[in-house]
């Protein structure tokens, strides 16, 4: 039981470039979410899927898109990174009913 | 505007004594709140949590307490052990059962 995994661990980017950050949980749960940790602002939550099929937004939405590709997958991209985006990413899931998250280990972004 | 706050960023206490962190919250709509502890390089992991309608819940050396009319709750930890040093962070669960909102965190140090 891996729980939650996040790839890559680390990545550089430049200005403008693209990426997306994979998280895959194999818990069964219903609910993924996506958060960004920051010095200071602790962590803020990016978007979140309550259940397969459907995405909402969060705090902080703005210049990130999401994808729940299946049950076990939650996916975010940057179209265009900016330096106001370097930050640590957790994806989290939690069963349906429950309040307790469960996060990956994170993807260190650097973008320069 | 932060709707979880932790006013102390750091936290120093000796092996053997209480650790009480703290934390305070503005919307009085939230149902739950949770502690997770987060060490380096690792996503936070739960630690313990507490029903809006509840004052108190204990679990071995932690104990979590809910001042509704303050909108405040604390953690103490008795007691403290090296191991604890970590990075806590408090969160409330908005009233949709979805969204979770995070403070900023408290870095706990225990002291051999």
């Known amino acids: 039981n891996a729980g939650v995994t996040q790839t890559p661990k680390f990545q550089v980017l430049k200005t403008g470039q693209s990426m997306t950050l994979q998280c895959a949980q194999d818990?069964?749960?219903?609910?993924m979410y996506w958060y960004r940790q920051d010095p200071g602002m602790g962590l803020r939550l990016i978007y979140y899927?309550?259940?397969?099929?459907?995405?909402d937004k969060g705090e902080v939405p703005n210049g990130y898109n999401v994808s729940r590709l299946n049950k076990r997958e939650f996916s975010l991209r940057l179209e265009s990174a900016a330096p106001s985006q370097t930050s640590v990413y957790f994806c989290?899931?939690?069963?349906?009913?429950?309040?307790?998250?469960?996060f990956g280990p994170g993807t260190r972004l650097t973008v320069t | 505007d932060q709707q979880v706050k932790q006013n102390s960023p750091s936290l120093s206490v000796q092996e053997g004594r209480i650790s009480i962190l703290n934390c305070d919250y503005t919307?009085?709509?939230?149902?739950?709140f949770l502690w997770y502890k987060k060490y380096p390089a690792e996503g936070p992991t739960f630690l313990i949590s507490?029903?809006?309608?509840?004052d108190k819940n204990e679990d071995g050396r932690f104990t979590v307490f809910l001042n509704k009319s303050a909108k405040h709750l604390s953690l103490h930890i008795v007691p403290s052990q090296p191991g604890d040093s970590a990075v806590y962070f408090c969160?409330?669960?908005?009233?949709?059962?979805?969204?979770?909102?995070f403070g900023t965190g408290t870095s706990l140090t225990v002291i051999p």
């Open positions: 919307n009085s709509m939230f149902d739950y």
């Open positions: 899927s309550a259940s397969e099929g459907t995405t």
């Open positions: 989290a899931s939690r069963v349906g009913s429950g309040y307790e998250q469960y």
């Open positions: 818990m069964n749960h219903n609910s």
């Open positions: 507490i029903s809006s309608i509840k």
């Open positions: 969160a409330a669960r908005g009233n949709t059962g979805n969204q979770f909102y």
